[in-house]
């Protein structure tokens, strides 16, 4: 028989089979679900025809449930489970009024307990969803309903102020939120600004408008605590992960907004329990995307649909199944490009190694002198820039959120904003034997400006033989909380004051022939918003000063990042494999 014939009647089968499946499957539409203040949120019920109670798979979206059967839905029913999906309060057909930040724990246990009620329900749930679909599951779960068994949450971190709004180091995730505001939030027939205009806007108080077309109530809450102070404490769930019981699989991206708390939401609940599981990818917010110009191989992606299936079957049917007897840490290495498995996080043995910031006074750009090197420096040189928020170091990739087509994200070519005289570059010799870097990234900076508040920014990048600079993972620190992201303290124009820079998370093999590379700036626009550099509540602030950076290195201020070697790789072997010795 001819080959595509052949095939032709194999999509034929399938797709008669999957027909059947819908016909015996149970939908039923728009399904009302009372909230405990009488709000009726509506769902749709997908489940196996007959009779018997089976367990239920609870997805809950701002995004719009529709009304499609889709392969998702198709594959959890046909392996004996319902799906309900359900409109969160005040989005699409539900009721009452969206406020993302503090409505889903309650909604969610009354949708649990709706769920265990049903007569097709054998009173066992389980969550699954990603970004906001995986926020729902984490708030929720903090609240231990008996009905909920496990949840699968993905690129969803666990903290409102340090992943969605604001960040480890205080600056505010500009170009993420009002991406978000804009595709979510705005008004019916609303034409805004282009995103490079309404980004660049100010003051920020007024930017939602801007944005939507209407005051948007979310916003201003966010702007009116810009600190992390005990009103984002008392919605954070990392604050509450010792009270989480329910068995977590967490899946990420080391090019992914979250990554770095869903690694600490990990570690946290693994003290706990051994039974939690994590995986990360490399890849964007989009799980098992393949980014432009980066080729991880095929081993790359993973086998979505079954993993969940699997992390269902274990503590929703008692099933006894593979990925249980195996480490709880599932991490793929860049550069080496393949999958490696830990039994915690961060790996165990894993060494902070020092490499130092050294020039002879002028890294400034990829034509500077800037150096690193694995020993400390004994030069009294510094490094000077000028930070102009009028004319910001631009975002180029990187952890960014959540429309590529119009704020890209993942690695790209770093070569054209280390062009830049704010932008200090130091790079190692070529690596003489691969070196890889997996873990949080750190950088300590010594530094004085002439402005009162201000901000330092880092950027680890992998540089190629033929120069190509790759971007692994960034941080910037807002000065102001250089103590606490709960109490800020202004500073003293002109005093050297040491900063210490959260960089994220990676993991990469920088190999032979390359090179490593920390940039050092004070913006990173509109991932991170500009600092004025007045020192006044930025939210209202029009006015932008530049200030004088001077970068510090030398034996009394030793500037230096920490970058988490693999177990067997001392501090001799780095300092051998980068040629650095003591000058």
Same mark, same amino acid.
């Given at each position: 028989m ?24 149970i ?8 909230m ?9 019920v997908?489940?196996p ?7 239920t798979?609870?997805?809950r ?5 529709g ?8 594959a959890?029913v ?9 409109d ?8 009452g009024?969206?406020t ?25 749930v389980?969550?699954?969803g990603g970004?906001?679909?995986g ?9 231990n309903n ?5 949840? +699968?949450?993905?690129v ?9 709004y ?14 978000w ?5 705005r ?8 995103f ?17 077309g ?17 009103y ?15 068995p ?21 609940l693994h003290?706990?329990?051994?039974v939690?599981?994590?995986l ?10 393949v980014m ?11 086998? +979505?649909?079954k ?6 079957d ?6 006894d199944v593979?990925m249980?007897?195996k ?17 915690e996080w961060p790996?165990?043995g ?5 490499f ?6 002028h ?8 150096t690193?090197?694995?020993e ?8 000077v820039y ?8 631009p975002?180029r ?5 959540c ?6 994200w ?11 005289n704010d932008?200090l570059?130091?790079s ?8 890889e870097?997996?873990?949080r990234?750190e ?5 004085a ?10 950027k680890?990048?992998d540089v ?9 993972t ?10 606490s ?7 003293k124009?002109g ?5 210490k820079?959260d960089g ?21 626009f ?5 600092n004025?550099?007045?020192g ?17 290195h ?11 070697m693999?177990p ?16």
């Open positions: 001819d080959y595509f014939v052949r095939r032709l009647l194999l999509i034929a089968f399938f797709g008669t089979l999957a027909a059947f499946a819908q016909s015996a499957a939908k039923q539409l728009h399904v009302h679900v009372p405990r203040d009488g709000v009726l949120l509506s769902a749709n997908y489940r025809g007959g009779p018997g109670a089976v367990p798979i609870l997805i979206t701002p995004y719009g449930k009304e499609d059967w889709t392969p998702n839905h198709q959890f046909e392996h004996g489970y319902a799906v309900v999906i359900q969160v309060r005040g989005r699409y057909e539900s009721q009024t969206f993302p930040l503090t409505q889903e724990p309650e909604d969610g246990d009354d949708t649990l307990n709706w769920i265990a009620k049903q007569p097709w329900s054998n009173g066992k389980g969550m699954t970004s906001y679909l926020i729902v599951q984490w708030k929720v779960a903090t609240l008996p009905h909920l068994k496990a949840i +699968f949450p993905w969803s971190g666990d903290d409102d102020y340090r992943d969605r604001y960040s480890t180091g205080g600056a505010m995730k500009l170009g993420h939120r009002l991406l505001v804009e595709e979510n939030l008004l019916p027939g609303y034409d805004p600004p282009s490079e205009k309404y980004v660049a806007s100010l003051p920020l108080r007024r930017m939602d408008v801007l944005v939507t209407h005051q948007v109530p979310l916003m201003q809450k966010v702007l009116e605590h810009p600190a992390d102070d005990p984002w404490q008392s919605i954070s769930v990392r604050e509450q992960l010792k009270n989480i019981k329910v977590v699989f967490s899946l990420g991206g080391w090019y992914d907004n979250y990554v770095e708390s869903d690694l600490d939401a990990f570690a946290a003290k706990q329990s051994g939690d599981r994590i990360i990818g490399p890849w964007p917010h989009d799980v098992n995307t432009p110009g980066s080729d991880f191989g095929r081993d790359s992606q993973i086998p +979505f649909r993993t969940q299936l699997e992390w269902f274990q503590w929703l049917k008692d099933k593979p249980m007897s480490p709880p840490v599932r991490i793929f290495v860049m550069g080496a490009n393949q999958w490696r498995d830990e039994s790996p165990k894993t060494r902070m190694v020092k130092y910031l050294e020039s002879g006074g890294a400034n750009s990829l034509n500077g002198d800037g690193l090197t694995t400390p420096v004994i030069k009294n040189e510094h490094d000028v930070f102009d928020p009028k004319n910001p170091v975002t990739g990187g952890a960014v959120c429309n590529p087509k119009i704020f890209p993942g690695p790209m070519d770093q070569r054209p904003v280390e062009q830049r932008v570059v130091y190692t010799p070529v690596l003489r034997e691969d070196v870097v997996t873990g990234i950088l300590t900076l010594y530094a400006t002439t402005a009162p508040d201000t901000d330092f920014s880092v680890l990048v190629y033989p033929n120069g190509m600079a790759k971007n692994l960034d941080g910037l620190l807002r000065a102001r909380y250089r103590k992201l709960a109490n800020p303290e202004l500073l124009p005093e050297v004051t040491e900063f820079i994220g998370v990676t993991s990469n093999v920088f190999q032979k022939g390359h090179r490593i590379r920390i940039e050092v700036s004070s913006s990173n509109p991932r991170f918003d500009r004025p550099n007045t006044k509540p930025i939210s209202d602030e029009t006015l932008l000063v530049p200030a004088t950076q001077t970068i510090h030398d034996h009394k201020h030793e500037s230096y990042v920490l970058l988490p693999a067997d790789l001392s501090v001799k072997s780095a300092r051998a494999s980068t040629g650095t010795l003591r000058r």
